[in-house]
């Protein structure tokens, strides 16, 4: 079966290094370099360096609805299209397949749709998620349903390490899927529109620690929001990132964002309920650093200092 693979992120590579080891890929279709970097200097996205490695040819449209690229697309004459973390394909994109246009999404659909679910999955304290492969229609992540693959998530993994755990699972869902395809064998399985939790794109502002909250939903903003666009609390010297954090109590009361304990490996925060032991921090304009390091190298941090005051 002759594929195009659409994606962008780190998290579709694995996806694609294993369809290529089974199916003629076609070409692999990515958003074009875009500045990375302090130096700002333009770069491929991880799915186009990995397609360069294969030795793929590589679509980067500025517009996917461009004339130029939908006659590409045609002359290509791909049975299916395998999409990962990539945009939203107009109809004249996905419509153009036999097979379909089928979607990876990182969450248990209907659950989370939208561009964060691994993310808000996190956030919300979730123990168990996982993956669905599905027919992509005119409605974001609503399409029939193929697979679902699920895989627990741990009380202080992060996002980030969630993704990767997920990318690696996603793989093996992938070829499932799409040997199904192949071979005509998938049983669909419809999708509830009834609403469900949402999971839309993330920005700086949803990274605000607000300390009255309680120490365990701290803890899971702080887990979510890692590595990216990252939790931070505002100080004196500028935004403080916060990049991993420890439920140490979660019934004490303090007065919210003072430090209650003070330590050569770091200091622990009081919340609405609760504190958290901060371990990965990042100072304004400076490298992420353990809160050991930062504790040693910062003035004394004095029993009932806000953290707002660092």
Known sequence: MRIVFMGTTEFGVPSLRAL????????????????KGRGRKPGPSPVKTAALEMGLGVLEPAKLSDGDFLARLKELDADLYYVVAFRILPKEVFSLPPKGTVNLHGSLLPEYRGAAPINHAVINGDELTGLTTFFIDESIDTGDIILKETLPIGPDETAGELSVRMSE???IITLKTVDMIDRGTAVIEKQSMTEQRPAPKLFKSDGFIDWSKDARTIHNQVRGMNPAPGAYTECTGGPLKIHRTLVVEESSHGTPGTISESEKDGFVVSCGTGSLKIVELQPSGKKRMDCGSYARGCRLLEHGMNVCEL
């Open 169 to 171: 699972l996603g793989k």
């Open 20 to 35: 290529h080891g089974v199916y003629d890929i076609a070409a692999v279709v990515t958003r074009a370099d875009s500045k």
